[in-house]
């Protein structure tokens, strides 16, 4: 995005999509543009003990907001300006440059940043680059870009323009880009092989399906899927016995019945058959698809082989490993000899001079697609070598948490399936430290959008307890000595799982959406704190060491947030639904419904904006929240 560096992967191709979703590292090469060149003038003319100090701040991820921190901050972003980003919104990509935001801005236009599935790419570094604050004018809260710095603005948009202008990749401001699928399947994919991966219930099997096979004529599309006991054999083919039906003679005329047969259903004077066994050579889906691109040699065909890890790939593919090194037309690079047996079925099936078997080789012709999927979490499975690896293009299906009107119901009361899942799959990314067993947005299928106790029990909850939660590497289940995965099944099922979601800080759905776990309203139009009757806390117990109230309870509020650090609590409460005037109680912005409030007032902490103002139960919500989502030792002892 800034243009300072290439990276570029020494071993492995895919890696780099790998290393994101949280896999082993692997070496890199960087080589640095000229970009770089004018960093380092622009460092060099500051005091070195200046850089320095300056430096340490930025590799702890504390930016000052010194003279020199603010001149680099300009220069990356300055840097970034021709940079092309993609998001995707209701089916179509618009890509779009930041001067397209200013321009909306200066209009007082929304600017949402979200894209529907997951931000990848540039967009994802840039977001992460204005959420941090190191964009000089562009401030990001709840997905929304906001302007944060009215000062030189409209004349640093303006340099934008004529720069971009002088560039010749200015090319789009923003810009819709529709998705076509072609019905008549004329235009061929992009890839000739490609492995899906992802946690299980992504979608890969469905985003093949849609995005793949969408007009494919069925005869064209071929399937299988891997497993232990799979081969060679049952990729390809082999010789197998079948049955044959055959006249019997008696000498060189066929014998007859001489009277009616029930057994055999003959009538008098019918022929006598009989079933014998013979080996015949029998494709199997590889060959079946190989057989089919050679004799429609204008139409794509495609071999889609699901669970692709949970085979022995050495094993099964043998020697057509060799076939799947692909020119740039898409044919096998290297052909390989086909054996007697393969070879004269193919002579049958094509003819001998066909190039599918011509002089008795092998060669995947470039209308011939391998598609395939891979479920990360799958623990009975084959490890794939590098050599494999490098011969497929790797598509990351990420979870999209999109099936937001389904609902978990436990009798009669129902809860957020996304909620849960969120929930969840961030507990299992914080405990193991990968996302191979993050529950995908498919996971379940439920009849009506409903997911029944039945369901929720007998196919989500077992899969986190066998293979999630068994060797304790995630809190998501009760942490009391004596609770059992058979107490879920049990007279008492419902409140072991009613107190599992409240461990989980998940609410059952149908309360007003700022509904507090006290059961005071969070909305808007909460009185100020120094007006509330409402009963407050009296003091903190944290780490075993109690802090009562002395001179506030707010400034009992803002020690408590100190000593936990607000680093750490401040990106939990701004993504959080406790808000005031629709702004985030804590951030690094100040927002100018908040300044020009009358009940609300910010004190600053380090990086952060702390929301001055709000009632006792928000501030115990809020310190309930940060302890469920730190897992803190953390107690409130209340006037109650």
């Known amino acids: 995005m800034f243009k300072i560096a290439k990276i570029s992967y020494v071993d492995y191709p895919n890696s780099d999509t790998k290393e994101r979703t949280g896999g082993e590292r692997f070496k890199k090469l960087i080589k640095f543009a000229v970009n770089i060149k004018i960093i380092d003038i622009y460092i060099s003319a500051w005091d070195k003990d200046i850089v320095k100090s300056e430096l340490s701040l930025w590799l702890q991820n504390k930016p000052s907001q010194s003279t020199l921190s603010n001149g680099l901050k300009q220069i990356l972003t300055s840097f970034s300006e021709e940079t092309q980003f993609k998001l995707r919104n209701n089916s179509n990509e618009i890509i779009f440059q930041q001067e397209g935001i200013y321009k909306s801005i200066s209009k007082n236009e929304n600017i949402i940043a979200k894209d529907e599935q997951e931000d990848v790419g540039p967009f994802r570094i840039f977001k992460s680059f204005v959420r941090e604050g190191i964009h000089p004018f562009l401030a990001l809260s709840n997905n929304e870009f906001l302007l944060k710095n009215n000062n030189e603005f409209e004349a640093y948009k303006d340099l934008v323009e004529t720069t971009l202008s002088l560039s010749p990749k200015r090319i789009v401001i923003f810009q819709e880009v529709k998705k076509e699928n072609d019905a008549n399947n004329s235009e061929s994919p992009d890839s000739h092989q490609i492995i899906y991966y992802g946690a299980p219930g992504t979608g890969k099997s469905h985003k093949i399906k849609t995005e793949k096979l969408m007009g494919v004529p069925s005869e064209n599309i071929f399937r299988t899927t891997f497993h232990p006991d799979s081969d060679y054999s049952t990729f390809v083919g082999s010789f197998k ?46 060959l079946q698809a190989y057989i089919q691109a050679y004799k429609k040699p204008n139409e794509n065909v495609f071999l889609v082989i699901e669970e692709i890890n949970r085979g022995n790939c050495a094993q099964i593919f043998g020697d057509l490993f060799q076939l799947l090194d692909r020119n740039e037309d898409g044919k096998s690079d290297y052909t390989i000899k086909a054996d007697t047996d393969l070879k004269n079925f193919l002579i049958d099936e094509l003819g001998k001079d066909n190039d599918g078997i011509k002089n008795g080789e092998l060669c995947l012709p470039s209308n011939l697609y391998i598609l395939a999927t891979m479920n990360t979490s ?48 961030r507990r299992i990314l914080k405990d193991t430290g990968s996302e191979d067993k993050m529950m995908g947005d498919y996971f379940v299928n439920p009849h009506n959008s409903i997911i029944s106790k039945k369901l929720f029990l007998n196919k989500i909850l ?77 003091g903190v117990i944290l780490d075993g060491n109690r802090f009562p109230v002395t001179t506030s309870k707010f400034d009992l509020y803002i020690d408590i947030i100190k000593k936990i650090g607000i680093e750490k609590i401040g990106p939990i409460v701004e993504d959080s639904k406790y808000r005031r005037k629709n702004r985030p109680l804590i951030s690094k912005i100040q927002f100018p419904e908040i300044l020009e409030s009358n009940e609300y007032s910010y004190v600053k902490i380090n990086q952060y904006n702390v929301v001055k103002g709000i009632d006792d139960n928000t501030k115990i919500n809020i310190l309930e929240l940060i302890k469920d989502k730190l897992n803190l030792d953390l107690k409130i002892e209340t006037d109650n």
């Not at 009669?412 to 799959?425: D, L, M, R, T």
């Not at 304790?472 to 099944?489: A, E, Q, R, W």
């Open 462 to 538: 077992f899969y986190l307890w066998n293979d999630v939660c068994k060797d304790g590497d995630s809190d998501i289940f009760p942490s009391d000595n004596d609770f059992s995965f058979s107490k879920l099944y049990d007279d008492d099922s419902s409140e072991t799982i009613h107190s599992m979601m409240k461990n989980l800080v998940i609410e059952p759905e149908g309360n007003e959406i700022e509904t507090t776990i006290y059961g005071k309203s969070d909305s808007d139009d909460v009185k100020n704190e120094k007006n509330t009757i409402d009963s407050g806390f009296t």
């Open 241 to 286: 016995p079948t049955m044959k039906k055959q006249y019997r003679y008696n000498g060189q005329v066929k014998a007859k019945y001489y009277e009616d047969d029930d057994l055999a259903n003959a009538k008098k004077d019918d022929p006598m058959i009989d079933n014998i066994i013979e080996y015949q050579f029998i494709p199997q889906s590889f």
């Open 378 to 425: 799958d623990q009975s499975l084959f490890p794939i070598d590098s050599a494999f690896k490098r011969r497929w293009d790797w598509e990351y299906e990420p979870i999209k948490y999109k099936n937001t009107d389904w609902l978990i119901e436990i009798d009669g009361i129902k809860y957020s399936w996304v909620k849960f899942q969120k929930e969840v799959n």
